[in-house]
């Protein structure tokens, strides 16, 4: 079983289209994050939610809006996709904050 | 505020090879200390962590010591080999903070 999986693995959608990606952690862990990935590595954190609350939005455009249905459960959605929203978004998640983080397989995002 | 520093690559070595990226951080108090690595087209892997001050970290013949003299946690490995391929990050976490700090990520190539 996967610890922490993601959907779908590639996304290639165009400029002004609504898309969401769904990540799902069975390890019973509190605390999930999204990340975001660009062409150089480098990792940013967008999102960290602790028992489905909203803990940390780093600056990110409210056309993000991510949504935790359970604690098990961190979804992504971007509205008006833009060609600056490509890259790979990574969901994570850790038992507590500040703990070892597991890492989906990202999903990687391309607009046209 | 937090933050990590590793060594830019591409790094280059032939198999056999002794490997080390360097890692320094800057945090209040006491983080704990990962290194994460990415292996082409996959998520970040947990490769090894300490979490307090001379914890050596140690997986699959890499390690890293957490030394807080000089606030680095920079990781090592005797003999690389061909599979080592990937991009390696370094990270601090701190207990109670949602959030993970990541450097930019080294890759390394390893040629037979």
């Known amino acids: 079983d996967t610890a922490v999986s993601q959907t779908p693995k590639y996304l290639v959608t165009q400029m002004g289209n609504d898309k969401s990606i769904k990540c799902e952690q069975n390890?019973?862990?509190?605390?999930m994050y999204w990340y975001k990935q660009d062409s150089k590595k480098f990792l940013k954190i967008m999102f960290s939610y602790n028992n489905k609350e909203l803990i940390i939005n780093e600056t990110v455009p409210n056309r993000f809006s991510p949504k935790s249905p359970d604690k098990a459960h961190l979804n992504l959605h971007i509205n008006s996709l833009e060609l600056g929203d490509s890259a790979v978004y990574f969901c994570a998640s850790s038992q507590k904050a500040g703990g070892e983080a597991f890492f989906g397989q990202g999903t990687r995002l391309t607009v046209v | 505020g937090d933050s990590v520093t590793q060594m830019e690559g591409p790094v280059t070595l032939s198999e056999e090879a002794f490997l080390t990226i360097n890692c320094t951080y800057t945090a209040t108090g006491y983080p704990s200390l990962f290194w994460y690595v990415q292996y082409p087209g996959e998520g970040l892997q947990l490769l090894l962590k300490a979490t307090k001050a001379d914890d050596k970290g140690s997986n699959k013949g890499f390690e890293a010591t957490y030394r807080k003299e000089t606030t680095s946690f920079h990781l090592e490995k005797g003999s690389v080999q061909v599979s080592d391929s990937a991009v390696y990050f370094c990270a601090l976490s701190r207990r109670g903070v949602n959030k993970f700090y990541f450097g930019s990520g080294t890759k390394l190539n390893v040629k037979p």
């Open positions: 390890l019973g862990h509190d605390t």
